[in-house]
Structure formats: structure tokens, C-alpha cells
């Protein structure tokens, strides 16, 4: 039987309680749901070095790994020779021998790298010698798939820039669950949208929102907002940022999991007003796909990454990150955001969906688009 390597140099998060977390598993179902219609077995090697290296040799004394179309890989944002508890692999030559023994048979080999925060030192938290260390820890990671892996996989084409690896890149649909939306229509007036996120970090853009509604309710209230963000977060604002919430009838709340999924539902559109960057020009944010996969209609900045995917289907309105011109997009989005809705309807989950991530993995690594 034909069979697919799905490779994990770490441990499975039990609680996905965020995207970088979730990724995994929500890939491994969709390759479970792509195999089952093939016919083809996916085999999952994932967990600690050890138990990596023990399932790895089960398998080659049972054949398991004697006829293998493709190996997908992931990364983290740790190397993945430190992923074991504490960062000290038990056994740290594993990913070698694996690499080793897919190189030695032609198997072509994916992986996906999901961030490079470590390259710009406003992001990268370690100072001094440790940063030196990790940074070369880094580079010879980059150069360890350079050397065993066919293609590299991305969340954006505008990340590959800042990926040092002499191969192949290739973006990825970002990954989006199809649900069963019961919308609940609101009967007022107004817009109502939403901003699920950190408040905490300028960059992140809710003061930049707040600017926005400000001048697009001036005349009378047109749009209605509301904030889900983490409790401790909204604590330690300072008064006069809760004041200023207050004054311009924002409602916070602090939800998660299924009752976010029923609030998405009363919601007409979507915030994501982060300031352009060139880290935030090629990441594509968590919350984007969790909108549209709530046919939410998005107002997001101009940030290269989240800006093709919202503009090539009709997805929202992109606008710059500056107050006056959000305000545009605000009143642009309460005339027409059924018609993105129905964009989002229509193809959305075709072309982002978690099978269509895999289906387009496939497609790559059987070389049917090299």
C-alpha cells in the first residue's frame, strides 16, 4: 500500500489553544481525510526524539516506510534539534537518520517553515551570547533542509525573501475550517463589527480602530464595535484607554472557543488593523482564517500577505493603516458587506480550505507542479 510520511520533530500539543498548535493536528486530519480517498496510508512520526527514533526503526523492520510517495514536514519556531523537554534531544541524531534514509531513496521531502521572527532582533527576545548561539543554531537549520528537502513550504511569497534556503518555496492555502453558519441578522441600523486580539501592543492596531471609528461615527453611529480580547489584558490598560472604550460604546468581551464561534455569528464584518511592517507584510494572521471560516467580511491594512488573499477573491476592503482612510473602509464595508459574504461563500473553503493545504502539498512534492 502507498503511504505518506507526515513528520513532526516534536510533540503534539494536547490543548491547541493556538494556530501554531492547531496547524498540526488540523493537518494530519486533512491528510487522513486526502489518504482515505486515494487509498493511501499516512503515516505520523511525531513525538520526542526518542519516541520518534523508536517508531522510526518499527517501521523500517515492518516495511511500513517501503513505499512512500512524499514526506511533509513541519517545523517550529525552536530548531528542530531542541524540541525535546528542556531542549536537550535524548536522542539528537534522529532527524539525521530520517533525512538520511528519505534522501538515500528519492522520496521527495516538503517542509513547512512557519516563521522567521528570529531575524528581526525587534522581535527576537534573546540578547547577547544565547541570541548568537540561537542564531546560529538557526542558520544551520536552514542549511539542514537546504540539503534534504525538495521544496519549502510557506505561509506567503513574501516570507520566502527572508529564507535563506537555496530550494523551491512554496505558499500555502492557509488553512480554513468549513462550519455551519446560522447568522443571526441584526434588525438595527448599524454595522457591527468585531476585533478578536491583543490590545496590549500598538502594532496590533486597536488604538489605530479606535481612531477610525471615531471619525466614521462622527455624523451619528453607523458603526457598532465590538472587542474580544484576554481578561488580564484589558486590566492593565491604563484608565483613560478603558475610558476612551467606554466613551465611544465599544463592548468588550472575553470569550473563546464555541462561545466565539455564536458571537462571529451576530457579527456583520471583521477588523485586522495591524500596522504595515516587513514582518507584518509576509505573515498571514491566525485571525484572518478564523474570520472567513465564520463568512466573516474583513477591513484589514495593507499588509502584503493578508492583502492578496482579502483582494483576489473579494474577500473585504484593504485600506491603509492611518485613521481617515479606515474610516473609508468602514463605510465601503456597510454598503457591500453581503456581497463579500457571498464571495467568501463561494470560494473560500475551495481554495484555503485544510484538504486544499494538502491537496496542493501533494500536488507539489508528486512534482505535478515543479
Given at each position: ?59 523500517k523492520k515492518q516495511g511500513k516506510l517501503d ?23 535524548k536522542k539528537p541524531f534522529v532527524d539525521l ?274
Open positions: 500500500m502507498k503511504s505518506v510520511l507526515l513528520y513532526y520533530p516534536f510533540q503534539i500539543a494536547e490543548n491547541a489553544n493556538s494556530g501554531s498548535k492547531l496547524r498540526p493536528k488540523e493537518i494530519y486530519n486533512a491528510f487522513l481525510e486526502w489518504g482515505s480517498q486515494r487509498g493511501i496510508e499516512i503515516l505520523l512520526l511525531s513525538g520526542s526524539s526518542e519516541d520518534r527514533e523508536n517508531q522510526f526503526e518499527r517501521w513505499d512512500l510517495l512524499f514526506c511533509y514536514m513541519e517545523n517550529q519556531t525552536i530548531p528542530l534539534w531542541l524540541t525535546d523537554a528542556n531542549h536537550i534531544p537518520k530520517v533525512m538520511k534514509f528519505l534522501k538515500q531513496r528519492n522520496i521527495p521531502v516538503g517542509v513547512f517553515y512557519r516563521d522567521v521572527y528570529w531575524k528581526f532582533d525587534e522581535l527576537y527576545p534573546l540578547k547577547g551570547v544565547k541570541k548568537h548561539v540561537m542564531k546560529t543554531i538557526y542558520r544551520l537549520e536552514e542549511k539542514f533542509y537546504e540539503k534534504y528537502c525538495h521544496v519549502i513550504f510557506l505561509p506567503s511569497d513574501a516570507m520566502g525573501n527572508f529564507v535563506e534556503i537555496n530550494r523551491k518555496k512554496v505558499a500555502l492555502p492557509p488553512g480554513g475550517r468549513k462550519r455551519e453558519i446560522v447568522r443571526n441578522n441584526s434588525s438595527g441600523q448599524t454595522g457591527k463589527g468585531i476585533y478578536v486580539g491583543g490590545i496590549n501592543n500598538e502594532d496590533y492596531g486597536l488604538f489605530l480602530l479606535l481612531d477610525a471609528l471615531e471619525i466614521v461615527n462622527k455624523e451619528g453611529q453607523v458603526c457598532d464595535l465590538t472587542v474580544v480580547c484576554r481578561q488580564d489584558e484589558y486590566e492593565k490598560l491604563p484608565d483613560n484607554k478603558k475610558e476612551r472604550l467606554k466613551n465611544l460604546k465599544v463592548t468588550v468581551k472575553h470569550l473563546s472557543g464555541e462561545a466565539l464561534n455564536q458571537l462571529y455569528q451576530e457579527m456583520d464584518f471583521a477588523f485586522i488593523p495591524r500596522f504595515k511592517s516587513t514582518y507584518n507584510d509576509f505573515s498571514v494572521p491566525v485571525k484572518l482564517v478564523e474570520y472567513l471560516s465564520n463568512e466573516l467580511p474583513v477591513i484589514a491594512t495593507n499588509c502584503s500577505a493578508q492583502e492578496e488573499i482579502i483582494n483576489r477573491d473579494g474577500y473585504g476592503v484593504i485600506c491603509k493603516d492611518d485613521p481617515n482612510s479606515m474610516a473609508e473602509a468602514i463605510a465601503t464595508m456597510i454598503n457591500n458587506a453581503e456581497l463579500y459574504r457571498e464571495n467568501i461563500k463561494k470560494t473560500f473553503i475551495e481554495k484555503h480550505s485544510w484538504v486544499a493545504r494538502v491537496e496542493r502539498v501533494a500536488s507539489v512534492l508528486l512534482k505535478e507542479e515543479i
